[in-house]
Nanobody
Framework: QVQLTESGGGLVQDGGSLRLSCAAS????????MGWFRQAPGKEREVVAS????????YYGDLVKGRFTISRDNAKITAYLEMTMLKPEETAVYSC???????????????WGQGTQVTVSS
């Protein structure tokens, strides 16, 4: 059974940093891409970043390029999202996903975590 569990969310001030983790159960995920999405109240879910199974390819949404870094440790089957220079408008539930394709569309991802709240105060 595949399970994704996020951690690391919380409250941070404008300009602050957070590191999210996504621990995966199920060694089959070693061959899956992993990604981070976020959804703010009243808004659609949007892709933040994704990474291929071997970490050779990485994708970043336009709004986070240069500030966020995605990585993974396949020995631990864990993905990370390092977020810096956070802005209040980035307050959202951040969710981890795994799937066979690095798609910008959330519907293409097969497995999802429950999400972790990130709140950026002004």
């Amino acid at each position: 059974q595949v399970q994704l569990t996020e951690s690391g969310g919380g409250l941070v001030q404008d300009g602050g940093s957070l590191r999210l983790s996504c621990a995966a159960s199920g060694r089959s995920l070693l061959h899956n891409a992993m990604g981070w999405f976020r959804q703010a109240p009243g808004k659609e879910r949007e892709v933040v970043a994704s990474i291929s199974s071997g970490s050779r390819r990485k994708y970043y949404g336009d709004l986070v390029k240069g500030r966020f870094t995605i990585s993974r440790d396949n020995a631990k089957i864990t993905a990370y999202l390092e977020m810096t220079m956070l802005k209040p408008e980035e307050t959202a539930v951040y969710s981890c996903a795994a799937g066979s394709l690095m798609s910008r569309s959330s519907s293409a991802w097969k497995y999802w975590g429950q999400g972790t709240q990130v709140t950026v105060s002004s």
